[in-house]
Each structure stands twice: as C-alpha cells, then as structure tokens.
C-alpha cells in the first residue's frame, strides 16, 4: 500500500471557484503533514503545513483528521496562477532519517 | 540567498553509460537529501545525508546507485550501467538541521536514457 494515497484529478473549474483535495496516509507514525505546489517541470514548492486545528493562508485552508489519517486543502476563488499540481506530503523524522513521503499530486486547471 | 542548485539540468544518456548528478545545497544546510521523480508520480526519496554520512540509503533502488558528499556540502549522485527505467527527473533537497521539516528542493536534473 502506497504512503500517501490521493486522487491524480485532474480538476478542470472555472475562475472563482472552490475546489477541494484529499489525500489519505497509511502510517499513523506520520508526524508532520504539508502540501506542496509543483508547477509543470519545476521543482515542488512548499504551500503549508496542514495542523489538527485547521490552518488557513489566505484563499487555501488546510485540515488534518488524525484519527482517519486523512489531510485536505480547500482552495476558494480559485485563480489561474492555481493552475498547478498539488502534492500531499507526509514527514517521519526520527534519529539518522528525514523522510518526506509525497503522492501521486493532483492535477488542477482554473479556467478562464 | 541562493537556493539549492542542481546541474546539469538536462542529461542525456545511452544505456549502460555511467552518470553523475551534482547538487548544490543551499549554504549552511547540514542535512541533504535526493528524491527520483518519475513522470505523473511524486517524487520518491532515495538517500539523505546529515553532513558527510549517509544516515539513511534505505531509499536507492539497487547497487548501481551510490552517492557521495565528501566535504559536507556538494553531494554527486553517481548511477552505474544505466538503464531505461532510470530515465527521470533526480530532485535534490536540503534543510537546516536532520530535524527542520521544510526541506527546500532544487529544480532537478532530467535523465534520459536512451
């Protein structure tokens, strides 16, 4: 079974719109969770990290279920600088490892 | 501040060739990492290293993969007799500390082989 499970998309929705990724994890020894941004062949750039108490940066809101181990990322009045793929990320740091485990991304265009 | 920096960006190859990748950490980072990115996947880790060591290899996929960061800054990700399924998009990272959770990525090196 795959780290980190989410849908690839990809998500098509107009200007303006609200649009929501998921993303499960299966290893409850996970302890930090993010979600990058990665632009067609660039590298992935940190978006946020996602908390238990849900965490907002402007249009994007993050929430962490660690019971279902299960992160999401809303974004509201999507624009089309959003048009990216979006990685859920999960962290395991323990002596003599840093390991960020990535899935698949999920694809999103805004269209104008 | 400079960021991590990889090169070549692109690298062409035959099969069974040998190659090497440098990155160029951001300066002052201890910790530095390389992913494999194939293409509609997320980047998979390979190996990280906390100044000179290797602390964790658990990542490469076999012994034609060996990386090297003799001095605690530049690391060179060297593949032996390379093959087709090696062709991908090689990310390096480096953060802080072994323990900072923002890992910081450079743009890659594509590898193809052909």
């Known amino acids: 079974r795959k780290e980190v499970e989410q849908d690839p998309g990809p998500f098509n929705v107009p200007e303006g719109a609200t649009v929501a990724f998921n993303c499960t994890y299966s290893n409850s020894a996970s302890q930090s969770f993010f979600w990058y941004r990665q632009d067609c062949r660039k590298e992935p750039k940190l978006l946020m990290s996602?908390?238990?108490s849900g965490n907002e940066d402007g249009r994007f809101t993050a929430q962490l279920n660690r019971a279902s181990q299960y992160i999401s990322l809303l974004i509201r009045d999507s624009k089309l600088s959003d048009s990216a793929t979006y990685l859920c990320?999960?962290?395991?740091?323990?002596?003599?490892?840093?390991?960020?485990?990535f899935g698949t991304g999920t694809r999103l265009t805004v269209i104008p | 501040g400079a960021g991590v920096s990889q090169t070549p960006s692109n690298k062409v190859t035959e099969k069974g060739k040998y190659v090497e990748l440098r990155c160029d950490p951001i300066s002052g980072h201890t910790a530095l990492y390389w992913y494999r990115q194939s293409l509609g996947q997320g980047p998979e880790f390979l190996i990280y290293f906390q100044g000179t060591g290797a602390a964790d290899d658990s990542g490469l996929p076999n012994d034609r993969f060996f990386a090297v960061r003799p001095e605690g800054s530049v690391s060179t990700l060297k593949i032996q007799r390379t093959e087709r399924g090696d062709s991908a998009v090689y990310l390096c990272?480096?953060?802080?500390?072994?323990?900072?959770?923002?890992?910081?990525f450079g743009p890659g090196t594509r590898l193809t082989v052909t």
């Open positions: 990320v999960v962290q395991r740091i323990r002596t003599g490892a840093n390991n960020l485990f």
């Open positions: 990272a480096s953060s802080a500390t072994g323990y900072s959770y923002e890992q910081y």
């Open positions: 996602v908390y238990s």
